[in-house]
């Protein structure tokens, strides 16, 4: 049993640890938890290491043998080969690579801006930026996702950045939503209004004081919208607007390997998987992580 | 025969570290007509008491592993479905703690009145127009002004003391024997909650209706009960008519209590009791209350005391008291 | 009246928040490289021909002026003419929205009722063999695009079992009914046509199945959730002791504030299906508006790709406007709000 004066005493280290001990355990209860912990770890891995623990790094790009190509599965080629006779379990592995540069890239920008534009819009609730920027983020979100994505990619170049910055154009609104609705209910706390009484600049009550209450809905935003932006991106190269052959993206394969079903169904169903695979761990992460934050909560 | 006879009622839960042992053996009984009071802390088990009594707890992950609960001679917990219906229907009525939780949100509260006082009068096939006379009656009992008006409001559009009202209204429209309010003003304004008690004991007193007041404030169960159970973590711990319990606590735990309350003569802070209730994974062996008992004794380790009888109508579970 | 007034409200934010999406879309249009006259008149029309056709354009204007010329035509209902189609964009929408339309509305459909109901026989089966099912099947309908149920749809049921049409919304050696409402199926039915009716489901039911699996998934997880946290309140359990029969209570009371959750998503559900529609009618050569659309996009028609934005916000706006008047009328908290203090 402590007392109130031996646990303020603990250091800041050792809480933290505490924290994180009680969150892996309650995190550890949902076994779903897990395995979509365990999934992200691996496609992380097999991303990073890739040329390393693929069977066929060189078939990744430009590479051609007729003699083996659309092979079925086989022991040689687990996933069987595609029609340029590439390794299909290589470029999948690849192409994880490329969907998860793309789910960072675009998360790491969207966050902070619409994060930050979240935070302005709801403390300065009633004032014209408020204004400005929720019609703004209106505007955004009122046609659906893809297509606004679709439309800005097909009208630029047709490549992997150009496709990110697409996506990226209309993912930021979504965070800004999500953090304008806690940034204006918290607007009227005690702490909020004493933090204003006492001088404190507008930053800091920004970043300090609303910005931390965040943390978890971002947290688990970000797990979950990992595995949409995947899904998004994986949709834009489905008709030719992400990454450009020969570089392996899996939405490119799904399309290509289209055109070879039902005889050669292995090109396109393995990719296709691969997506599913790779969404799902991320979803069922994000719900875990959502789920730990409520328990956490009460 | 008794109105309502609990004998060693042992409930649980089944919960994901493992075995919630809630009630351990719980003994309570009155005769008809009584207004009982129940007080205990919170987490002592009040609740879960009041829905066995009623048979609504969820049934997994809640489970009944011993006892019976005599109602009007018959066992609510071996009774079968239409049997049990009709004891809800027009024996034993309930009054939730939290009036916002217990009323429908989406529905208009004449819907969930008048489906209330339908069902408790299956047997009398009452039409369309006598079931509204009924509620509009009921909610003027309860001293509703505009109860047409209410009728068609939800409950979002009413205050707290005016939901809890409608419950009180529900529970006795629908011809009780026994009335169960568990907590009924706990969650409402200060200023209001002596009203609603003092309707809530006016009307009980008028239906002439046997009541068990559940409670945590000492000072509700001395002005509204005759008799009065105390509760700990899952056991009866003393019982006694009011005033007798008031004058002379026997159980350790109830003398905690008593000195708990602080005094209006100002003698400064009250002391506590030392500890907290107990984990209900792993409650202590022999008498749950002996980690914070001041008297605690070798025995109360081992063996868990059953109700000693102290004469007129006034036990306790203590070793203390054994002869 | 108060329901005019919010429908009113929302039609006029929802005009501003179109008109400010197409002057965004217009802006990222013109900011493209790249000659839209020469590529609509080919390489081979000779310079005066093309000088001419930007002119009539005002391809060669500031962008404002552009703009203004858009809005005029607009307001109008002429959105321009279509490179792709060399003809009025606007008579290209009049022709594949219908298609479209049908689409959606039958995804919509199977997304709401059989979501809500299989979510219901979820609740009502918790933990048994049903319910698992549904889990897993929520979580794969979740994190599968559209596009793969698509493709395996046409895989399974179009070559392998060969029981379904793969391309198109009619067989060719059926007549079209006559057009009354544009819906092949409601169409061939009012005119009486069996045959028709039931090819035209067919062709209808894999493309609609594609959109509608995710969502549908998650309709049913939300209102399983949303049934089994409703279960353990304390109405619920006052209801039981009123004697009020079990099924009374599941089939009125505990259904009309579970599905409220469930409707809500709707609204966001059926508007990302509208985006994965795009691929959907690819894969299909669904003659609608979002083949249309991702046609127009491919191609780099900017009157077709504006046009197309237009009505798909269009019918995302009503689609809103029409779930939240729903959730209202189910939620009275939402409809009557703070009219007394709590």
Redesign the interface.
């Given at each position: 049993m402590h007392t109130a004066a031996q646990v303020a005493n603990r250091s800041l280290g050792s809480r933290i640890w505490e924290r994180v001990k009680k969150g892996w355990y309650t995190f550890s209860?949902n076994p779903l938890s897990i395995v979509g912990g365990f999934i992200v770890v691996v496609v992380f891995l097999l991303a990073v290491l890739a040329p390393y623990v693929s069977p066929y790094p060189e078939h990744a790009g430009n590479f051609v043998d007729f003699e083996t190509a659309s092979a079925p599965p086989s022991r040689a080629h687990l996933f069987g080969t595609d029609v340029f006779g590439r390794d299909i379990l290589t470029r999948v592995f690849f192409g994880f690579r490329l969907s998860l540069i793309m789910g960072v890239v675009v998360i790491g920008l969207t966050a902070p801006v619409g994060v930050t534009l979240g935070l302005i819009a709801g403390y300065k609730k009633n004032t014209w930026i408020e204004t400005l920027i929720m019609r703004i983020t209106d505007i955004f979100v009122a046609v659906p996702p893809l297509i606004l994505a679709l439309s800005v990619a097909a009208i630029l170049k047709p490549n992997i950045f150009n496709s990110m910055m697409a996506v990226s154009l209309m993912w930021w609104p979504w965070y800004c939503r999500m953090v304008y609705g806690i940034a204006s209910s918290l607007k009227n706390e005690f702490y909020i209004q004493s933090a204003e009484v006492t001088g404190a600049s507008t930053a800091h009550i920004l970043f300090r004081e609303i910005f931390p209450n965040c943390y978890g809905p971002i947290f688990t935003k970000v797990s979950l919208d990992m595995g949409w932006v995947i899904l998004l991106a994986s949709a834009l190269s489905f008709v030719g607007l992400g990454a450009q052959p020969p570089t392996p993206d899996l939405g490119t394969m799904v399309a290509d390997g289209g055109k070879y079903m039902p005889d050669q169904w292995w090109i396109a169903v393995f990719p296709a998987i691969a997506i599913m695979f790779v969404v799902f761990g991320f979803n069922i992460l994000g719900d875990g992580i959502r789920d730990m934050l409520e328990v956490e909560k009460t | 025969m008794r109105l309502l006879d609990i004998k060693n009622l042992e409930v649980g839960f089944d919960v994901?570290g493992g075995y919630l042992r809630v009630l351990n053996g719980v003994d309570f009984s009155m005769d008809e007509g009584e207004k009982v009071g129940l007080v205990g802390e919170t987490g002592c088990g009040k609740t879960t008491t009041a829905?066995s009594v009623?048979n609504?707890l969820?049934v997994p992950p809640a489970r009944t592993t011993g006892g019976s609960i005599m109602f009007k001679g018959d066992d609510i917990l071996t009774m079968k479905k239409n049997e049990i219906?009709?004891v809800?229907?027009q024996e034993?009525?309930?009054i939730?703690?939290?009036p916002?939780?217990?009323?429908?949100?989406?529905?208009t509260i004449g819907d969930q009145l008048m489906?209330?006082i339908r069902?408790?009068c299956?047997d009398e096939d009452l039409s369309r127009r006598e079931v509204r006379d009924r509620a509009v009656q009921a909610l003027r009992e309860v001293r509703l002004p505009d109860a047409e008006r209410i009728l068609k409001n939800?409950p979002?559009?009413?205050?707290?003391g005016m939901r809890q009202r409608i419950?009180i209204a529900?529970a006795l429209a629908?011809r009780s024997t026994l009335l169960i309010a568990d907590e009924p003003t706990t969650s409402l304004d200060v200023t209001i909650q002596d009203q609603v008690l003092r309707l809530l004991g006016t009307l009980i007193r008028e239906k002439d209706t046997s009541a068990i007041l559940i409670t945590h404030s000492l000072g509700l169960v001395r002005e509204w009960t005759e008799r009065v159970y105390v509760m700990y973590a899952g056991v009866m711990v003393e019982t006694a008519g009011t005033q007798e319990l008031f004058e002379n606590p026997l159980h350790p735990y109830t003398q905690g209590l008593m000195a708990a309350v602080p005094k209006l003569t100002g003698e400064g802070i009250a002391p506590g009791i030392e500890g907290r209730i107990p984990d209900y994974l792993n409650p202590p062996t022999g008498c749950r209350f002996h980690p914070r008992c001041p008297h605690v004794m070798d025995v109360c380790r081992k063996e868990k005391p059953s109700q000693f009888d102290c004469g007129e109508g006034h036990k306790t579970a203590c070793f203390l008291y054994r002869e | 009246m108060r329901i005019l007034k919010y429908i009113l409200k929302r039609v006029l934010h929802s005009i501003l928040v179109l008109l400010g999406l197409s002057i965004l879309v217009f802006i990222i249009a013109r900011v493209v490289p790249g000659d839209p006259a020469r590529m609509a008149l080919g390489p081979r029309a000779p310079e005066k021909v093309v000088e001419k056709f930007r002119e009539d354009l005002h391809l060669n204007d500031p962008v404002y002026v552009q703009y203004y010329h858009w809005i005029k035509g607009a307001i109008r209902g002429d959105f321009g003419y279509s490179i792709l189609t060399k003809r009025s964009v606007t008579l290209d929408i009049k022709d594949f929205f219908p298609a479209t339309l049908e689409l959606m509305l039958l995804t919509g459909l199977i997304m709401s009722v059989f979501g809500i109901l299989l979510g219901i026989a979820s609740a009502r089966n918790a933990n048994k063999w049903l319910d698992n099912v549904v889990r897993v099947f929520s979580y794969l309908g979740v994190c599968t695009p559209a596009y793969v149920f698509a493709i395996l749809f046409l895989l399974i049921f179009g070559y392998v079992l060969n029981i379904l049409p793969t391309i198109g919304r009619l067989s060719t050696w059926i007549d079209y009914p006559r057009t009354v409402t544009g819906l092949m199926t409601i169409d061939s039915l009012i005119a009486g046509d069996f045959p028709a009716f039931w090819d035209a489901l067919k062709h209808l039911i894999m493309p609609s199945l594609a959109l509608a699996l995710g969502p549908m998934a998650q309709e049913a997880r939300i209102t399983r959730s949303s049934m089994a946290d409703n279960?353990?309140?304390?109405?619920i359990?006052?209801?039981?002791?009123?004697?009020?029969?079990e099924r009374k209570i599941m089939s009125k009371?505990l259904l009309?504030?579970s599905i409220?959750p469930t409707v809500s998503v709707l609204g966001l559900d059926f508007a990302s299906q509208l985006g994965w529609a795009f691929l959907v009618e690819l894969i299909f050569n669904w003659p609608g508006l979002s083949r249309y659309g991702i046609q127009v996009i491919l191609n780099k028609d900017l009157n077709g790709i504006i046009a197309v934005i237009m009505v798909i916000g269009l019918m995302f706006l009503v689609v809103n406007v029409i779930v939240d008047i729903v959730v209202s009328l189910?939620?009275?908290?939402i409809r009557?709000?703070a009219?007394?203090?709590?």
């Open positions: 209860k | 994901y829905k009623l609504i969820p219906r009709r809800h229907a034993i009525s309930m939730f703690q939290d916002t939780a217990a009323l429908n949100p989406v529905f489906t209330a069902y408790s299956f939800y979002v559009q009413l205050s707290g419950c529900m629908t | 279960l353990q309140r304390d109405f359990a006052l209801e039981r002791t009123q004697a009020i029969p009371y009309r504030i409220i189910l939620d009275p908290r009557l709000g009219e007394r203090s709590v």
